[in-house]
């Protein structure tokens, strides 16, 4: 792709429990540095049922759904590791970059040096536990972003945004 056709980006990267369990935070940080992507917010999120289902809303009938759960919420490996974290990254064709450096959705199909092929595996019950979850398109990433961050947790207004008044306080939403 030459210069002019590159364009910014916005794409949301989650570490899933797994990462946390098998140490991979630095390590996939790192990968994500070949990139030359900038993070733009970052924090420490305890996953709830609701948000599983808002996140994974094209999944919500699949047999695998409780399972996925399961996976995703950390409840798979215990209180220690009920949590994920979650990282907005920007810079030029930041989607398809990142979605290259972590592989296919399934662990065994992907490349074995992406993220996914070395460090990912299909559990007892069956799911795909493939340490990393990352937008697949700018639309994705819109509604992905603005479920998981709110506009004051990053450091610019990437999308639209308006004030509303929450117990007497003015505070910014995604408009
Ligand atoms: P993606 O994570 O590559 O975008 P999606 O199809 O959006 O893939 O699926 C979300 C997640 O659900 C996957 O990352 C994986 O953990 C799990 N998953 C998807 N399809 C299956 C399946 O057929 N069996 C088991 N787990 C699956
Ligand atoms: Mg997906």
């Known amino acids: 792709m030459t210069e002019a056709t590159k364009k910014l980006q916005y794409t949301l990267i989650i570490m899933k429990p797994d990462a ?7 390590n996939i940080l790192a990968r994500f ?3 030359r992507l900038r993070i733009i917010g ?6 709830s049922r ?11 009938d699949e047999p695998f759904f409780d399972d996925l759960y399961e996976y995703f919420s950390g409840k798979t490996y215990g209180p220690d590791y009920e949590r994920v974290l979650v990282f907005v990254y920007e810079g030029e064709d930041a989607i ?3 979605r290259r450096i972590a592989g296919a959705t399934n662990p065994l199909e992907a490349d074995p040096i992406s993220i996914r092929g070395a460090y ?7 799911v795909m536990e493939n340490v990393i979850h990352c937008s697949d398109s700018e639309e994705s990433a819109k ?21 509303v008044i ?3 306080y003015e505070v910014i939403e995604w408009a």
């Open 33 to 35: 540095l070949e990139a």
């Open 50 to 60: 609701e948000l599983v289902e808002l996140h994974y809303a094209h999944l919500i």
């Open 20 to 26: 946390l369990v098998k140490s991979l935070t630095g």
């Open 96 to 98: 398809s970059k990142v």
């Open 166 to 168: 929450k117990n007497n």
């Open 120 to 126: 990912g595996r299909i559990n007892k019950k069956g």
């Open 143 to 163: 509604k992905e972003i603005c479920l998981w961050v709110d506009p004051d947790e990053i450091i610019k207004e990437i999308y639209p945004t308006k004030k």
């Open 42 to 47: 970052a924090k420490v999120v305890k996953v």
